[in-house]
């Protein structure tokens, strides 16, 4: 009897071992691809790769060579929870912890925004506007208004060898978030961080003054995409009822700031290139242009100190 009963359980156990799914990871990236696609997220394939390779610690090389091999249950379970985080639309960068920006990594806390594609535009701008090429051999002071994550400011003393680079920001952990990408990306001997209301804290004699400030309009912050408008820090969103409170406090320092003939290099969100270069005309500064990014929006302005 107890060996029929032995062979029944043995039976048993077999069937189910067969009638067991066995998922891939090429079948979780199929299945969070579509859950993400149906959930109507932007890039439903990249977010799928990302996640299931941060889950996984597997690079996009390691997830191809190893698409067919079966995820162990502790495995599941972990992309299973990344990927209920991204239909919450929380955003692929924040669930990583980091972001790549102008080629380098940058960790993104809870107090910073995520760096974005189109703030690459300033450092363009800005590189064009000190001359790159002797820009690089000069030693130059530079502002970044408002730092955050560090990205402007660090992204500049990548590209500058000889530059120290001065970063405010009101907002404490934010600056020991900026300051901690300094320290990874090998840049904290030339990196400073200031808390300050913009360049209240600061003296003069800047060769280049850059800040990405908030500008969206009070009243349209509710109307922002989840990713930005339920992640994003408000205080780094809020630019007042008519988007422009923060440009009115830059320009107000801008003049004392800058050296001479030094310029200002400010985002600007959609249609606010003329009312922030009006602004800047009238405490004094030339406006010497304005940078698209590569979407053709009207990103960068560009001016200059007269004095």
Known sequence: MRSCLQHRNDERAASSRSCRVVTTIAAMRRRLSDAFRAAELDAPGLDARLLIGHALGLDHAGLASGAERALVPAEIERIEALAARRLSREPV?????????????????????????????????????????????????????????GALLLALLSELPHAYGVGTDRDISALMTARDNAGRLGLAARAQFVASDFGTALAGGFDLVIANPPYVRTEDIERLAPEVREFDPRCALDGGPDGLASYRAIAGDSVRLLARSAPLVVEVGAGQARAVGELLQYVGLAVETVANDLAGTARAVVARNRV
Request: no cysteine; proline share 5%; hydrophobic share 45%.
């Open 93 to 149: 960068a924040r669930i990583l912890g980091t972001k790549e920006f102008w080629g380098l990594a940058f960790a993104v806390t809870p107090s910073v925004l995520v760096p974005r594609p189109e703030s690459e535009t300033l450092i363009e701008a800005a590189l064009a506007a000190l001359g790159a090429n002797a820009s690089r051999r000069r030693s130059l002071r530079i502002a970044d208004l408002g730092t955050g994550s």
